[in-house]
């Protein structure tokens, strides 16, 4: 099973911008898809954005669209979360998963079978 291990959060301003990184223990093959999730406290998991393996297509909810880009190098085995314009309501723990087969990216975390412990992102006003 591979191992998902996230890092780059931290305590910022509003307006600053931060990388998420989330290292796989092992090769992610090409027809999986990796994405970002986050929870608020007190708030249900909720999905951020996601990216196929195979060709980078990614993918966003909503309410970040235009604020994060979601990335991979295929080499390292690695995906990022760029996040510009931090907002306060970005305030979350930020994990990252994988679905090691995927026919649709999917924005249901419970399709995903690789979970990360997660990195904090607090950010004040």
């Known amino acids: 099973q591979v191992r998902l291990v996230e890092s780059g959060g931290g305590s910022v301003q509003a307006g600053d911008s931060l990388r998420l990184s989330c290292a796989a223990s092992s090769h992610i093959f090409s027809n999986s898809a990796m994405a970002w999730f986050r929870q608020a406290p007190g708030k249900e998991r909720e999905f951020v954005a996601a990216?196929?393996?195979?060709?980078?297509?990614?993918y966003y909810a909503d309410s970040v669209k235009g604020r994060f880009t979601i990335s991979r190098d295929s080499a390292k085995n690695t995906m990022y979360l760029q996040i510009d314009r931090l907002k306060p309501q970005d305030t979350a723990v930020y994990y990252c998963?994988?679905?090691?087969?995927?026919?649709?990216?999917?924005?249901?975390?419970?399709?995903?079978?690789?979970w990360g412990q997660g990195t904090q992102v607090t950010v004040s006003s």
């Open positions: 990216i196929k393996w195979s060709d980078a297509t990614a």
């Open positions: 998963a994988q679905d090691e087969f995927v026919l649709r990216v999917t924005t249901t975390g419970a399709e995903y079978e690789n």
